[in-house]
């Protein structure tokens, strides 16, 4: 049976209701209130229509009627799953998150998995990048490292996001994805291709949920107890080894069992195989910041050549007991952050920060945070109140801030942010070093043959849907740009299957 939190049962002085309540197995209306018939409408008669004072028929149509939320706007599909963090050390030299603050400290983690671009119930075989979220709870509020499975990102400025996603979801014609929509997109974003390179390759298609990395992607800040800042990048690296599918493969898969990341994940779990992953990081100081030959707070860079240090583990071992409780109703955002833990001045991290809290406003309602999954271990002190769906207020008369009453909230001045130097004028500019191509041509290079050959079979079938010369010359001379072999070898590939596909097209008018 549903329970309502105990402490809130107290506050209205309802408990000795509780404890006399109806039998622990008695069906109740949700004003509590016992049902006695949950098979048969009212009806006048035994011929006539049903009555309006059918209230238990009326409440459990209307309870129905309203059971959807609206689905996230991207990474709708998602898998989660609890667990443990273990810290493998003392951080306090790099930061003052209190996650880090001894080796062996332990902090409860939930992680949601997700696919990007469909919707929820979609195939999980489908090529796309794969979130990687986890919220800690710490013992100084939730700390969200809302990840990805790769590195990178295709854009660098939040500016675009919305249009970029535009481009990847159906098309509002049709409701299909087309190739021909985002490689329009793509087309005007070189910073893309080192991102395309790596969806395109066997990585588009994790295999298993538990045999894939995570990634921060943005440089985030660490701050210690001096305020001395750090810029690191954080690394989720699988204890399970790396597997993907071809697309061969995954086409086999997903005509067998479309589900088949959850089943591999809950399957594991149930199993007792919890899988781990080690959380590393790259640390650069600020002054090493401008050292790089591109911008190091470019989110489509990673920082090669950077030592990675391993700062602890990972392990998810339970499997949520409701979905929508847990899984659909959980509010990741990059906004949530900890002391010790601040963000860059990354563009598209800056966007996020917004972005997150906001649709989470929309999607969940105000009190998101009241919600179980939500909810911080450590006390919330504040005097935001009311709005739809409030589940706990703020005790007393005082609700403002500063007060001279006893036991109002204060703050405190260890937790401010810090400190960063800032010049120049506001600006409307894309960054100075753009640096398109290289990474993108390291990524090809350091591929083996045959991963090569997947990756081109993978893009050409797809660059051969668009209809339109122009994008498709555009789109491979940005592959060439970042390596001669890949450009020509992709410009092959796609000339046969145009020749394949015309060829086709002519057998079947004739
Ligand atoms: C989910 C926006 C870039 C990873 C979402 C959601 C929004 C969003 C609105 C839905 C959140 C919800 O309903 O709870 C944006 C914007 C971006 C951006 C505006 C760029 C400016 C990124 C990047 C990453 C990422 C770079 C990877 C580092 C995720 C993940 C989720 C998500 C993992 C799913 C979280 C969950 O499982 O609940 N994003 N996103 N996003 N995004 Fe982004």
Do not use: C
Request: charged share 20%; net charge neutral; hydrophobic share 35%.
């Amino acid at each position: 049976s549903r329970q309502f939190p105990l402490s809130r049962i107290a506050a209205l002085g309802l408990g000795a209701l509780l404890a006399s309540g109806v039998g622990a197995q008695t069906m109740t209306r949700d004003n509590g209130s016992p049902i006695g018939d949950n098979q048969n409408s009212q009806t006048a008669g035994p011929n006539g229509p049903d009555v309006l004072q059918d209230t238990h028929l009326i409440e459990k149509l209307q309870r129905f009627d309203r059971e959807r939320i609206p689905e996230r706007v991207v990474h709708a599909r998602g898998t989660g799953a609890a667990g443990e963090f273990v810290s493998a050390g003392n951080l306090s030299e790099l930061t003052r998150a209190s996650v880090f603050a001894a080796a062996g400290k332990k902090t409860p983690v939930f992680v949601r998995f997700s696919t990007v671009i469909h919707p929820s119930g979609s195939p999980e075989t489908l090529r796309d990048p794969r979130g990687f979220a986890t919220k800690f709870y710490t013992d100084q509020g939730n700390w969200d490292l809302v990840g990805n499975n790769l590195p990178i990102f295709f854009i660098r400025d939040a500016i675009k996001f919305p249009d970029m996603v535009h481009s990847l979801k159906p098309s509002p014609i049709t409701n299909a994805q087309d190739p021909n929509r985002f490689f329009d997109f793509f087309s005007h974003q070189p910073e893309s291709t080192h991102m395309l390179t790596r969806v395109y390759s066997d990585l588009g298609i994790p295999a298993s949920y538990r045999m894939m990395d995570g990634n921060g992607v943005h440089a985030f800040k660490m701050v210690n107890a001096q305020n001395q800042v750090s810029y690191v990048k954080f690394h989720w690296k699988s204890q399970q080894g790396i597997k993907n599918l071809t697309r061969a493969e995954a086409a086999k898969v997903q005509g067998e069992d479309f589900n088949n990341l959850t089943d591999d994940l809950y399957g594991a779990i149930k199993r007792g195989e919890s899988p781990k992953w080690d959380l590393y990081i790259q640390v650069v100081k600020p002054e090493d910041l401008g050292k790089f030959p591109f911008n190091a707070l470019d989110d489509t860079k990673i920082w090669p050549g950077i030592a990675e240090t391993k700062i602890g583990t990972m392990t998810l071992n339970k499997v949520p007991e409701n979905f929508f409780e847990t899984t659909e109703s959980v509010a990741m955002a990059p906004s949530h952050l900890v002391p010790g833990i601040e963000p860059s001045e990354d563009r598209m991290l800056q966007g996020r920060l917004f972005s997150y809290a906001d649709t989470q406003f929309h999607r969940l309602g105000a009190n998101n945070q009241h919600l179980p999954v939500n909810q911080p271990l450590t006390k919330v002190n504040n005097y935001n109140s009311n709005g739809a769906g409030t589940a706990v207020n703020p005790v007393g008369d005082v609700n403002y801030q500063p007060s001279r009453q006893p036991g109002s909230y204060a703050e405190d001045a260890q937790y401010k942010g810090v400190q960063t130097p800032l010049s120049g004028t506001t600006q409307q500019a894309r960054i100075a070093v753009t640096d398109n191509f290289t990474q993108a041509g390291d990524f090809y290079r350091s591929l083996s043959k045959q991963e090569q050959e997947n990756l081109i079979g993978n893009l050409a079938s797809d660059l051969v849907k668009v209809s339109n010369p122009e994008i498709r010359q555009t789109m491979l001379s940005h592959f060439y740009k970042a390596d001669a072999d890949y450009g020509t070898r992709l410009t092959a590939a796609v000339k046969g299957n145009l020749a394949d596909v015309q060829a086709r097209a002519k057998k079947l008018e004739g």
